[in-house]
T-cell receptor, first 113, second 112 residues
Framework: SQQGEEDPQALSIQEGENATMNCSYK?????LQWYRQNSGRGLVHLIL?????REKHSGRLRVTLDTSKKSSSLLITASRAADTASYFC?????????????FGAGTQVVVTP | DTGVSQDPRHKITKRGQNVTFRCDPI?????LYWYRQTLGQGPEFLTY????????KSRLLSDRFSAERPKGSFSTLEIQRTEQGDSAMYLC??????????FGPGTRLLVL
């Protein structure tokens, strides 16, 4: 079973708009990561946020983490057509940070010019 | 080093045949992971290695699946007696520290 669940499943926006997607998980985590996957390709690591962090930025990406609600959000600001991809959250368990990452089903984002 | 590589990138086989995939991790990464991804879903963990030791196997890894990393460098994933339900993207990743995973481009398997 998958630990994380993303919401929404799909998102369609225009260039320049912001895109926000959410991830909920079930068990205690060491860290939470966001990945991007272009159609039919491998995953690209975007950002990692540790369980003792609440917010992190990387370029146009902003990630928040609320461990009390077991949820995270990814915000992409000023979206571009090249941001069209599927976005996945993945969690590393607090008991096994080296081990398996558990992925959600992803949010499919389409950015139209 | 150009990253994690996987070979082949695509494989079409008939049901009942055996297939083997190869993953070459980033050279200084001692952890190597295999995932399977079906259409519209996120990757599902299969197994991982620290050097040549296989540390964890998912229940998804049935008796028909076997993974090896004989010298702690490249890894192979073999599927015996393939079934149509094995059709998926098989992803390999490697890691140097707990926080990161560098993923390869994947091997897309189609079982006819």
């Amino acid at each position: 079973s998958q630990q994380g669940e993303e919401d929404p499943q799909a998102l369609s926006i225009q260039e320049g708009e912001n895109a926000t997607m959410n991830c909920s998980y079930k068990t205690s985590i060491n860290n939470l990561q966001w990945y991007r996957q272009n159609s039919g390709r491998g995953l690209v690591h975007l950002i990692l946020i540790r369980s003792n962090e609440r917010e992190k930025h990387s370029g146009r990406l902003r990630v928040t983490l609320d461990t009390s609600k077991k949820s995270s959000s990814l915000l992409i600001t000023a979206s571009r057509a090249a941001d069209t991809a599927s976005y996945f959250c993945a969690t590393a368990l607090s008991t096994d940070s080296w081990g398996k990452l558990q992925f959600g089903a992803g949010t499919q984002v389409v950015v139209t010019p | 080093d150009t990253g994690v590589s996987q070979d082949p990138r695509h494989k079409i086989t008939k049901r009942g045949q055996n297939v083997t995939f190869r993953c070459d991790p980033i050279s200084e990464h001692n952890r190597l992971y295999w995932y399977r991804q079906t259409l519209g879903q996120g990757p599902e963990f299969l197994t991982y290695f620290q050097n040549e030791a296989q540390l964890e196997k998912s229940r998804l890894l049935s008796d028909r699946f076997s993974a090896e990393r004989p010298k702690g460098s490249f890894s192979t994933l073999e599927i015996q007696r393939t079934e149509q339900g094995d059709s998926a993207m098989y992803l390999c990743a490697s890691s140097r520290n707990p926080g990161d995973r560098d993923f390869g481009p994947g091997t897309r398997l189609l079982v006819l």
